[in-house]
């Protein structure tokens, strides 16, 4: 077995298994952890199959939670990559939120895939939209997610899945490095400055981009409930915050440390150019549709 190639390799995959399945000493270009110890998961760091085979012992399930709203050219390509790199081997619950469940396409899903759409009123701010997700997302785990799922991610619809996104990003509680801000000093961060905001920052660990954020179904609840909460405070005293939902996510994880940590190869954006240090994309933001919406 692939354990066995070398005796050396051998030595190194056995510490690997003692922390976690992790080996954080193999990327040494990069951190490999936090402060509070929450892994943060590079490629190179995991053997895929150990992740996978430990998840369908334990019988991990993942829902995942994505929204069409009023932007259905992005729909079908989420779905069609989705289904070649999300979870496979794993059985996926996909719900789909859309003011316009007839315009959503069929999908060939794999086995133990299946698809529910959620139709869901479509309010005229997308910054509404954006917010009003936290509180769909936790109706539904409260009424739906919690008794067929272990997990939960959640993900915004521009983005194309181009390589393995696997059991190894799962955990109790998950956040993703934002592309842009992974490298670059804490004060450029865009933490929400205002103090009027329930998200309102001084100081934070990193910046989180709110395009994925996941975890069991127990802390997404958590998580949605807690930021559905300041954002209404927020309507209430007349203040939005900086970058919506993001902002209110950034705080809440500042407050609630996340369990594990993706690195921006779990949502990279190709107009940043070259990395050495990502080695491989598994998401990428979807080229904006300029054309189609300079359509009126
Ligand atoms: C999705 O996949 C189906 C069949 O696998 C294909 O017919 C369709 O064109 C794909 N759609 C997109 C937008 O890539």
Redesign the pocket.
Do not use: Y
């Given at each position: 077995s692939r354990l066995r190639s070398s005796s050396g390799c051998r030595t190194i995959k056995i510490t690997c298994w003692l922390i976690f399945f992790l080996c954080f000493r193999s990327r040494r270009d990069v951190q490999t952890c936090t402060s509070w110890k929450a892994p943060i998961i590079w490629e190179g760091m995991f053997d895929p199959d150990l992740y996978d085979q430990m998840h369908k012992k334990e019988g991990t399930s993942v829902a995942l939670t994505v929204f069409a709203v009023g932007r259905f050219e992005y729909l079908?390509?989420f779905?069609?990559?989705s289904?070649k790199h999300f979870m496979l081997g794993l059985p996926v619950s996909y719900y789909v939120f859309t003011d316009m469940p007839e315009k959503v396409?069929e999908?060939?899903l794999g086995h133990e895939r299946s698809l529910k759409v959620i139709k869901v009123e479509r309010h005229s701010r997308w910054q509404d939209v954006s917010m009003m997700r936290m509180k769909t997302i936790l109706d539904a785990i409260e009424s739906d997610i919690r008794h067929h799922c272990t997990h939960v991610f959640c993900f915004d619809v521009d983005q194309v899945f181009s390589g393995r996104f696997g059991s190894e990003a799962l955990g109790d509680s998950v956040a993703l490095l934002h592309a842009y801000y992974y490298r670059i000093p804490e004060k450029l961060f865009t933490y929400d400055r205002n103090p009027k905001s329930k998200s309102y920052m001084e100081t934070g660990d990193f910046y989180y981009h709110a395009a994925v954020f996941g975890g069991s179904w127990k802390s997404v609840k958590a998580l949605t409930e807690a930021c559905y909460r300041n954002i209404m405070e927020d309507k209430r005293n007349n203040v939005e915050a900086l970058w919506h939902d993001e902002s209110h996510l950034n705080k809440y994880f500042w407050l609630h440390k996340p369990s594990r940590v993706l690195s921006p190869e779990y949502c990279w954006d190709t107009n940043i150019g070259y990395r050495s240090d990502i080695r491989v994309t598994r998401l990428l933001w979807a080229p904006k549709h300029y054309d189609a919406l300079r359509t009126p």
């Open positions: 079908e390509t779905l069609n990559s289904e396409p999908i060939k």
